[in-house]
Nanobody
Framework: QVQLVESGGGLVQPGESLRLSCVAS????????MSWHRQAPGKERELVAL????????TYADSVKGRFTISRDNAKNTVYLQMNVVKPEDTAVYYC???????WGQGTQVTVSS
């Protein structure tokens, strides 16, 4: 079955950087678009970034454009989220997801605080 394992979260200060990773298994990774989502306390889960299976420009939420970069390594079945110049409002649990599959991973907590 589809499994997604996120890692790389932690406590960082505003303006710092963090890289999240998500290792996928149970499907042919290279065939599917992958995305990162986040859910802050008391808020709905939202799409942060999406990368298609082959080529094309990634899609970003307006709130992270110019600061976050999504990338993938199809040889490693891994999708990344490079988070630069983080802000307190980036605090959330971050999840990855494979297009057309309902499964979610356990998420990784990112806390931005001074």
């Amino acid at each position: 079955q589809v499994q997604l394992v996120e890692s790389g979260g932690g406590l960082v200060q505003p303006g710092e950087s963090l890289r999240l990773s998500c290792v996928a298994s149970g499907f042919t990774f290279s065939y599917y678009a992958m995305s990162w989502h986040r859910q802050a306390p008391g808020k709905e889960r939202e799409l942060v970034a999406l990368i298609r299976s082959f080529g094309g420009q990634p899609t970003y939420a307006d709130s992270v454009k110019g600061r976050f970069t999504i990338s993938r390594d199809n040889a490693k079945n891994t999708v990344y989220l490079q988070m630069n110049v983080v802000k307190p409002e980036d605090t959330a649990v971050y999840y990855c997801k494979a297009d057309r599959f309902a499964a979610w991973g356990q998420g990784t907590q990112v806390t931005v605080s001074s």
